[in-house]
């Protein structure tokens, strides 16, 4: 069941996906996916590959971020927020639960100068709750 959480109009996002949810993804109206999960986080998941090429088989952007147990790196961030700069339309990111995603898509926009606060609430309003991330954002932020 694909379970899509819209943060705005610019972004949404998602538990895992598979290839064969990429035909609603598109009806749907998403023109970009990008994966924050790395391959074999767990066994049963589809792969990247796979989705990549069904994404790109549809006519869907698809780019590959994925974020370990390690955290966030600002070369994240900043690929986040250049997969965000070039979307002509709204954007699916996913990962195993969608924290990830909604994660990095906070952190990308606070290094955009972005509200802290507005992330925060539209955050919240998808079902994540980012307040621990604010002293990341504030920090990322003061470099963007």
């Known amino acids: 069941m694909l379970d899509i959480r819209p943060i ?6 998602a538990p895992q996906i598979a290839p064969e949810d990429i035909a609603a993804i598109k ?3 998403f023109v970009a996916i990008v994966n924050n999960r790395p391959d074999g986080e767990e066994a ?11 994404a790109e088989d549809a006519g869907l952007a698809y780019t590959a971020i994925p ?9 994240q961030v900043s690929a986040m ?3 965000l700069a ?8 996913y ?14 926009q606070a290094q955009n100068g972005a509200d802290r606060d507005e992330l ?6 998808a079902g994540y709750d980012l307040t621990n991330l604010r002293p990341l954002m504030d920090a990322v932020a003061s470099r963007g």
Do not use: Y
């Not at 990962?95 to 990308?108: E, H, I, Q, V």
């Open 67 to 75: 974020i370990t147990h390690a955290g966030f790196s600002q070369p």
């Open 44 to 54: 049963a998941q589809p792969g990247g590959d796979a989705i990549r090429m069904a």
């Open 120 to 125: 925060t609430a539209k955050g919240a309003g």
């Open 27 to 29: 009806a749907a109206g």
């Open 86 to 93: 070039n979307a002509d339309g709204p954007i699916l990111a």
């Open 81 to 83: 927020a250049e997969a």
């Open 95 to 108: 990962c195993r639960s969608g924290t990830r995603s909604c994660n990095l898509w906070a952190l990308a």
């Open 8 to 13: 705005d109009a610019t972004i949404s996002v």
